[in-house]
């Protein structure tokens, strides 16, 4: 799924350090997201080796989760077309890489980010891409938490940014790139219940705003997941051998958890539900958690006698059911 050029162009900038040294520094950047540590210039990723580390251990999980949201989107609406895309919090250019392989019509991409040295690490894996889209992208450093002026743009994005903001910015942030949405914006962050309740607080300030849902839910009524539950969704994506080797793991793929929440200027038909849980798959039956169109949970089993069985035999966690 990540683009080859992306890859060529991680493993340029990963090449100084040994396997070694980049699973010690993936280890000690978990750590530090875990605990919430920024102890070292209020930042998570704040030394060369820890943005080596992030290329080669999270942005492969980061990508594939973005990119899984944009075609949620695409489901929804299929006939979608992005010219421009404005990444918030940008870090070494993810979600342009994600957008850029799903939208063709791609023609201009701003991103904002504080880190400079993310920015330049970011400007030299662009050189690596085919698009004229992520070759020419104007990268900026600012920090979003200062008064910082935005332009409009088709498509809006916070990948995995919010959750590094001040809780007290948190809504004038969201309100301000509200304003600079032409058609979508996209909230994403890991799919813990800390990252689920910054979505689920996103979304209620964005209906109120008047925005239109578009994924995941089927409804703009009260979000029915409460704590201690949260909602979330599952990308897997394959491991490269280096990326193994890193996360001392031996499977050859994992699963990043994600929240998410995708809103638009207009209203467009919804599904009726979407899956929020595994499918628990039995002989000649499976059931589905659901989140309905008429704003509840429920549980649903579909058997051999259902007209939709087949359909939702293939149907995956996460999937819309239309
Ligand atoms: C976890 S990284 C996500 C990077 C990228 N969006 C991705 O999905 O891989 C969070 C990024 O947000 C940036 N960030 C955090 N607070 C910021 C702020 N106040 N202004 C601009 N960028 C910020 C960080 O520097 C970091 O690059």
Not at 293 to 316: H, M, P, Q, W
Request: proline share 4%.
């Amino acid at each position: 799924m990540l683009p080859e050029n992306l890859k060529a162009g991680i493993e340029a900038e990963i090449s100084n350090l040994s396997l070694r040294e980049l699973g010690e520094t993936h280890a000690d950047l978990s750590k530090r997201y875990r605990k919430g540590d920024r102890s070292i210039e209020k930042q998570y990723v704040s030394s060369q080796q820890h943005r080596q580390a992030y290329l080669s251990a999270r942005l492969p999980a980061t990508f594939a989760a973005v990119y899984r949201v944009l075609q949620e989107i695409q489901r929804v609406i299929p006939a979608l077309s992005i010219r421009s895309l404005l990444d918030l919090g940008a870090g070494p250019g993810t979600a342009m890489w994600a957008a850029g392989s799903l939208f063709s019509d791609l023609e201009s991409v701003t991103l904002i980010e504080q880190d400079p040295a993310f920015i330049a690490m970011g400007k030299r894996l662009a050189s690596h891409a085919l698009s004229h889209a992520l070759q020419a992208a104007s990268w900026q450093q600012k920090d979003l938490q200062q008064v910082c002026e935005l332009s409009a743009h088709d498509l809006v994005i916070f990948s995995y940014s919010i959750g590094e903001l001040k809780e007290n910015m948190f809504s004038s942030i969201i309100d301000q790139a509200w304003q600079q949405v032409r058609q979508v914006l996209v909230i994403i962050e890991p799919g813990t219940p800390q990252g689920f309740r910054r979505i689920r607080a996103s979304r209620e300030q964005l209906i109120k705003n008047g925005a239109h849902l578009i994924a995941p839910c089927p409804h703009a009524d009260r979000c029915p997941i409460q704590d201690p539950d949260w909602c979330h969704f599952s990308q897997r994506l394959e491991r490269s051998s280096t990326h193994r080797k890193i996360k001392q793991g031996s499977m050859s793929h994992e699963d990043e958890k994600f929240s998410y929440i995708a809103v638009s200027k207009i209203a467009f038909s919804l599904p009726q539900s979407r899956i929020i849980r595994h499918p628990q798959r039995h002989t000649g039956h499976v059931d589905l958690r659901l989140c309905t169109d008429n704003g509840k949970i429920e549980t649903v089993t579909f058997s051999r006698k259902d007209e939709l069985y087949r359909s939702v035999c293939k149907a995956d966690w996460g999937d819309p059911l239309f």
